[in-house]
């Protein structure tokens, strides 16, 4: 877990204090620190919590630090998902085109 002592050591926290915030000890943090002891599940949420990133970037399969936000689910209407795939279907010149248009016409339909 190389990305534990990262983040530790920039928000400039010491091993006692860390382990104190998620309830263990200063030694777990040592050994997930250096690779001796794996936390378990409930252990990297707590720390991905503490940190505000997710457990993948504590424990090394992404380089993203930030934490995934859950977005809320939203449905199209027949007429905006048929724009949407003539769209898609369109070459990229054309979609820039129809895209600087939209933009322009909603930074006026207000005026």
């Not at 992404?62 to 949407?84: C, D, P, S």
């Amino acid at each position: 877990m190389e990305n534990l002592k990262l983040l530790r050591e920039e928000k400039q926290i010491s091993q006692q204090k860390l382990a104190e915030q998620i309830g263990t000890n200063q030694q777990n943090i040592h050994r997930y620190e250096h690779g001796y002891y794996e936390p378990d599940i409930d252990t990297l949420k707590l720390l991905a919590n503490f940190f505000n990133t997710s457990v993948d970037y504590l424990i090394g399969n992404t380089n993203i630090r930030n934490k995934i936000e859950y977005v809320e689910k939203f449905e199209l209407n027949k007429n905006e998902l048929a724009l949407m795939n003539m769209y898609r279907a369109l070459p990229d010149y054309a979609q820039r085109v129809i895209f600087s248009s939209a933009k322009e016409l909603s930074e006026n339909i207000d005026k």
